[in-house]
């Protein structure tokens, strides 16, 4: 176990989720997607307005700290009590590989005792996480691709995980 703490954020920590997001997109989706792509999501996924209308539309979000230090964040959503989906999970990349993701995880569902699946998508091109995912227990349940504007695909996996 590691230490830190998830605490539940509301809309005066958009702030810092979307400071968080800049970086580490700017860090982990370059090769990926590119500079252009990355700039694009980040202003319609992440801009502080667009975190606020998430949370209205009942994302719930979580600061990942370390030593009080957010390091990261983790939101997710339900339309039914068992069902949940998994929005955003990111951990800056310097705290990676410490077995933070991991622990959130397990924090995380733990909150929900209720929940039997949880769903994802990820970048098919991820394969960082794509791995991380599978040691979680996940499986690719899709392909599929999601037009989101400005002549951009998303290009994910759809995967899922019973529990």
Do not use: C
Not at 33 to 42: K, T
Not at 47 to 63: I, N, R, T, W
Not at 66 to 80: H, Q
Not at 150 to 163: H, P, Q
């Amino acid at each position: 176990m590691t230490d830190i703490k998830l605490d539940k954020a509301g809309r005066n920590d958009a702030d810092i989720i979307s400071e968080l997001a800049r970086r580490i997109w700017n860090d982990h989706y370059l090769p990926i997607i590119g500079q252009d792509q990355v700039n694009y999501m980040l202003a319609l996924m992440y801009s502080p307005a667009a975190l606020h209308q998430q949370m209205e539309d009942g994302h719930v979000f979580f600061l990942v700290r370390e030593k009080e230090k957010p390091v990261g964040y983790i939101s997710l959503s339900t339309k039914e009590s068992s069902r949940y989906f998994l929005h955003k999970f990111y951990i800056e990349t310097n705290d990676q590989r410490k077995g933070i993701g991991t622990d959130v995880f397990h924090k995380t569902t733990a909150l929900f005792p209720g929940m039997r699946e949880m769903r994802l998508t990820v970048n098919r091109k991820n394969f960082k996480s794509v791995n991380f995912y599978f040691k979680l227990g996940f499986r690719i349940e899709e392909v599929k691709d999601f037009d989101i504007g400005g002549g951009y695909l998303m290009e994910d996996f759809i995967m899922v995980k019973y529990f």
